[in-house]
């Protein structure tokens, strides 16, 4: 026997990356990519409920090796977009849960094991999924026009002290009149954002906040108020993007922008770790 064949196979792990009830497409699967480092996708069953999977190397993939390499934004992008990869092969015949990314078991018992373990939670997530797609809003304030420089020269005027004192408290008068205008425009964003809200939750099964993300991440100068996810049954999706298109065109609500973009798979709605019951924030499936 030579010493290639003697040696032992590297040690690996199961990289899982959604459950359904439907089995996927043996040939979209197979055309699928997950991980670049990895094996071919493949099911494995645990009673009749399919768990999508990859062998990945443990060198690789173990805790110390996965936690440097995510902390690389490349390498996090890269193990993101994979894992959509798989969690939409998995969804090419009916309703997924997508697990967290990076969800990792010692061999295919253990992950059978979970999938078992969670039996409960994973049938009403299925029911809760099917025939439903997901739908991103994100509301942020208009840019409001840049300021005008001001004059500051009569309050630095020290040659008549009188007309320095009137100079200085014109200047603070226009700046609490900046001030209370930037308030009351903020106020105004708000109550048009959660009008946006309100209308469009009218059209969905469910909806959920999402944290604002932050103006170095948006690349904008106005803040993002709103951050939601919508759950769209297929039957109203052109309800709903018809009432969507009248916020994103220009016009009902001058002082938000509205950006949307799906369908997507229902990621926000569909946490195996988690209660599937409603939140505070979210609204209860039909």
Not at 74 to 81: F, I, N, S, T, W
Request: hydrophobic residues 40%; glycine residues 8%; proline residues 8%.
């Amino acid at each position: 026997m030579s010493a290639s064949a003697a040696a032992p196979a590297a040690p690996g792990l199961v990289c899982a990356f959604a459950v359904t009830r439907t089995p996927p497409d043996p040939a979209g699967l197979a055309a699928a990519r997950g991980h670049e480092e990895g094996g071919a996708l493949r099911v494995l069953r645990a009673g009749d409920l399919c768990l999508v999977v990859q062998d990945v190397p443990a060198a690789l993939f173990g805790e110390e090796a996965l936690t440097e390499r995510l902390n690389r934004p490349e390498d996090l992008e890269r193990c993101a977009r994979a894992h959509h990869r798989g969690v939409e092969a998995a969804a090419g015949r009916g309703p997924a849960v997508p697990l967290p990314m990076a969800t990792l078991y010692r061999g295919d018992r253990t992950a059978e094991r979970a999938v078992a373990a969670r039996r409960p939670v994973l049938d009403t997530l299925l029911e809760r999924l099917r025939d439903r797609t997901e739908w991103a809003v994100k509301v942020h304030a208009a840019e409001a026009a840049p300021e005008a420089p001001t004059d500051t020269g009569a309050s630095t005027n020290t040659g008549a002290s009188a007309g320095s004192g009137s100079g200085g408290r014109a200047y603070l008068s226009r700046a609490s009149a900046r001030r209370r205008e930037r308030q009351g425009a903020h106020g105004r964003a708000l109550a048009e954002a959660e009008a946006v809200d309100a209308a469009l939750r009218s059209h969905a099964v469910a909806a959920t906040r999402h944290r604002p993300q932050s103006e170095r991440l948006t690349g904008r100068r106005a803040p993002q108020l709103l951050n939601v996810a919508y759950l769209v049954e297929d039957a109203r999706r052109a309800e709903f993007t018809t009432a969507l298109a009248r916020f994103t065109a220009a016009g009902p609500r001058p002082a938000v922008r509205v950006e949307a973009s799906g369908p997507w798979i229902p990621y926000s709605f569909a946490r195996w770790d988690e209660d599937p019951r409603p939140g505070p924030d979210q609204e209860a499936p039909s």
